[in-house]
């Protein structure tokens, strides 16, 4: 302890500076407005360079792959791609299940828009391609729209040719979606998506995409349900069933199920010795499928397997836009949700690997990547995590590590698709629920927000709850806007605190806090912990009023009410001295009268008496004229003068270092705190103001002849300081008279 007060000592450091308030702060500053600058102006600007640098920045691949380090990067690329394509294969097929299409499709979604991405792409590590939570959110349109017969009719096709119409054509509206909010520079739209959100939001798609794979696990049947409460009544449906249960399907899948978790749990335990993970989903596709073919398990045991699996590439199609309107709001929460998955992701490796991620960039790339895709009849896709770190921790470098998984997938779909027709269904069912893994670790949330912020659980389990309830595009709706008005509460409910002056110091804190800081005599300062504006200025007023000790509402009514009350009792008395007054005219009037009347007592008395008799009569007519009627009252409006209790301090300095920005109540509020306290004695100041603050106070009309910018302070301490020296300074007395 002893030695931390000698390093604590050693730097301490004086400064002697002149007390400052905005005024003075501004010409010692040279205080000017900043420049405006036209970013317009540049947009119109035509050269080789810009030309050049637009071409780089919306085709990132003409920059980065010119100098391509060959030698050193290539073989991990290389090996990293290898790595993913073997992931990218079961997990295209499984997804492709989830999201209600023929399993082909998924290979689809697994190559072209992974390499569009490949020459759009800022993320050197993110795999793009099939999620499980985009799937399930496309499976949860494709089902409750095919759920409609006259829907299907109307489209004159099968179910399953419906599914992927409304597929691919919700991929190139979620590509447009993104590609669009992307050229207006909206990648900020993700900020409203805090971690906590998508953290349960995935968590709750996660228990959705479990719920939908247990009919393939049990291989029983089930009906379409759509809408809020859909999963409840597919889980119901499902306990319902349990009897039809397929005994050969339900061992497919939980032997399938137990070799895949063995195989991560190898990996786990030597991956410090092998230089690839084992491809375990690669491996049992593979088995599973040998064993289906020799076993024959579709017709012995009534195993449902994938079918047909086309080993050919399909021309483009173009979108059905007659579903346009349809999907138009579940193809804008697709394109949120798979962005905010995307560059989240991107951010974490771009900041470990130290590169940076255009979040507007990201998003046309993604779009492109959705867009093109839709041409060629793929689902919306964006980023797995798990690829994304089997891709970075086998040494992928750059997004050439994408296209060779791509170009792997290709081959895969043109020579050895077809050699997974007799895979059974339970099986990828398997593959998916093994991969949720993560994504339902994430309900240990729940223990580490209790214990860390508890605003932030309630928003985890509002959205998890809501999105299970109410289905992916609705809960996501939910969700942004609860977590939207939870902030405007805070804000509502912020820290009031009175600070005192820690000692020997020019720094204030919360006195309840902070046992060792003391309030200044005479002086009280009052902070909020967030800006004032029209949803918490009435907050800030009356925390205020109620932290100084004093009930200014009240003082100011029985001030207004003494005034009012010594003003009649003044007018009173006026009247009783104006009745006086006409009193003594009307004697005034007689004694003329009288001098008048008798000549005799002028001609037998001498002059001198006569002079003494009009002398009296001009003293009480100048008494007349001074009537009481014409004198005003003497001032005495003071709390001391009128018998009410004054408050503890002679000034109020607000902290508003704080504040990020004003409005037109914030302003009329301010104005009114500094009226109210100058009516009961007290001089309001203001301290620690942001430069844009002072700018829009000045807008607001809020300096005036009585608020000046001499009562605005650099620090807090300035303004202590300035109080107490101008303590003994009446009401009368403007700050704006004193020359420091």
Not at 595 to 605: K, Q
């Amino acid at each position: 302890f002893a030695t931390q007060t000698m390093e604590l000592q050693r730097r301490d450091y004086h400064v002697e500076r002149p007390l400052l308030n905005q005024e003075q702060l501004e010409e010692l500053g040279h205080w000017g407005p900043a420049p405006k600058t036209h970013l317009w102006r540049d947009w119109f600007r035509c050269s080789r360079a810009r030309a050049h640098a637009l071409l780089v920045q919306h085709v990132p691949v003409v920059g980065w792959l010119p100098r391509y380090p060959v030698r050193d990067w290539l073989l991990g690329d290389l090996v990293s791609g290898l790595s993913v394509a073997i992931m990218q294969l079961p997990q295209g097929l499984a997804y492709a299940l989830l999201a209600g299409l023929p399993p082909v499709f998924g290979l689809y979604s697994s190559f072209y828009p992974v390499f569009i991405y490949f020459l759009f792409g800022t993320s050197r590590h993110i795999s793009l391609g099939t999620f499980a939570v985009m799937s399930v959110m496309v499976g949860g349109v494709t089902e409750s729209l095919t759920a409609d017969e006259a829907f299907v009719q109307s489209l004159n096709t099968t179910v399953e040719d419906a599914r992927v119409q409304i597929a691919y054509t919700l991929s190139v509206l979620v590509g447009l979606f993104q590609v669009g909010l992307g050229l207006v520079h909206f990648g900020f739209v993700v900020t409203y998506l805090s971690e906590p959100l998508v953290r349960s939001y995935t968590t709750a798609a996660s228990v959705q995409v479990l719920i939908s794979q247990l009919k393939y696990v049990f291989g029983i049947t089930l009906n379409s349900h759509s809408g809020p409460l859909s999963v409840i009544y597919t889980f119901l449906e499902v306990c319902s069933k349990l009897p039809e249960t397929v005994v050969g399907t339900l061992i497919t899948a939980i032997v399938s199920g137990v070799v895949l978790v063995l195989v991560k749990l190898l990996n786990e335990k030597l991956k410090r010795y092998l230089p690839l993970p084992i491809p375990g989903e690669l491996l049992t596709l593979i088995g599973a499928t040998g064993i289906s073919y020799g076993v024959d398990l579709q017709n012995r045991f009534s195993v449902d397997v994938v079918g047909n699996v086309s080993s050919r590439l399909i021309p483009p199609v173009a979108p059905n836009a007659q579903l346009f309107a349809k999907l138009v709001g579940n193809a804008f929460a697709i394109a949120v949700v798979g962005f905010a998955i995307a560059i989240s992701l991107g951010k974490i490796f771009a900041l470990r690997h130290g590169y940076r991620v255009d979040s507007n960039q990201e998003l046309v790339a993604l779009g492109l990547s959705n867009l093109v895709g839709g041409f060629f009849q793929c689902f919306p896709v964006s980023c797995s995590m798990s690829r994304s770190l089997v891709q970075e921790s086998t040494g992928g470098n750059t997004q050439v590590a994408g296209a060779v998984s791509s170009l792997f997938i290709l081959l895969i779909i043109v020579k050895l698709g077809e050699l997974f027709q007799d895979l059974p269904k339970a099986v990828l069912a398997a593959v998916i629920i093994v991969n949720l893994k993560g994504m339902m670790k994430q309900f240990s949330d729940i223990c580490s927000l209790w214990k860390s912020n508890r605003m932030d659980l309630l928003i985890w389990l509002v959205t998890f709850v809501a999105t299970i309830l109410l289905n992916l595009d609705i809960g996501l709706a939910v969700s942004i806007v609860f977590a939207l008005l939870l902030v405007v509460f805070r804000t509502q409910l912020p820290h009031y605190s009175v600070l005192g002056q820690v000692p020997d110091t020019d720094i204030y804190r919360d006195v309840a806090e902070y046992s060792g800081a003391k309030e200044v005599p005479g002086v009280k300062v009052f902070r909020s912990s967030v800006t004032m504006y029209f949803a918490n200025a009435e907050l800030y007023c009356d925390s205020l009023k109620q932290r100084c000790g004093v009930d200014v509402d009240h003082l100011i009514s029985q001030k207004k009410k003494r005034i009012k009350k010594q003003e009649l009792k003044l007018k009173r008395l006026q009247k009783a001295k104006k009745s006086k007054r006409k009193a003594a005219s009307s004697k005034i009037f007689s004694v003329s009268v009288n001098v008048s009347a008798n000549p005799g007592d002028i001609e037998s008395n001498d002059l001198e008496g006569s002079e003494v008799k009009v002398h009296r009569r001009d003293e009480l007519e100048n008494a007349a004229a001074n009537s009481p009627e014409d004198v005003k009252a003497p001032n005495v409006t003071t709390l001391k003068s009128l018998g009410l209790p004054q408050p503890g301090f002679h000034s109020l300095v607000l902290d508003l270092s704080t504040l990020s920005f004003v409005d037109t109540v914030c302003i009329k509020s301010l104005k009114n705190i500094f009226h109210d306290f100058q009516e009961i004695e007290v001089e309001v100041y203001i301290a620690a103001c942001q430069s844009p603050v002072v700018t829009q106070l000045e807008a607001g009309h809020f300096f005036d002849e009585s608020i000046t910018k001499q009562h605005l302070f650099a620090s807090v301490h300035d303004a202590v300081t300035f109080a107490l020296q101008h303590s003994k300074f009446g009401p009368n007395s403007p700050v704006s008279a004193t020359k420091l």
